[in-house]
């Protein structure tokens, strides 16, 4: 199971980090990764960590604005996101791949958590 938490209400150009608990049969992925889906929008990838190397991929929108980090120890996956704009919102998921590769495509994680909500106010 994964469990993502720490959304919330934030004016543009604050910051807000995301948190990603990963538990059971999500416990041994390599891969996690965190997705967004605006309103009236498909479902897009913002970024991922392989949790065994620490490399780590972005949405290009996204670069030297968020950051995703790992704590192997808690079984956790961070999303810090600074400078935020009225763009970011959404509802922001985290997923799990058994793969060892960085994807940027859904199809590609096979654990999903059930969403927090991001607003970013102007």
């Known amino acids: 199971q994964l469990q993502a938490y720490g959304g919330g209400l934030v004016q543009a150009g604050g910051s807000l980090r995301l948190s990603c608990a990963a538990s059971g049969r999500t416990f041994s992925s390599s891969v996690m990764g965190w997705f967004r889906q605006a309103p009236g929008k498909e479902r897009e990838f913002v970024a991922a960590i392989n949790r065994s190397v620490g490399s780590t991929y972005y949405k290009d929108s996204v670069k030297g604005r968020f950051t995703i980090s790992r704590d192997n120890a808690e079984n956790t996956v961070y999303l810090q996101m600074n400078s935020l704009k009225p763009e970011d919102t959404a509802v922001y998921y985290c997923?799990?791949?058994?793969?060892?590769?960085?994807?940027?495509?859904?199809?590609?994680?096979?654990?999903w958590g059930q969403g927090t909500e991001l607003t970013v106010s102007s």
């Open positions: 997923a799990a791949s058994a793969r060892g590769v960085l994807s940027v495509l859904s199809k590609a994680y096979h654990y």
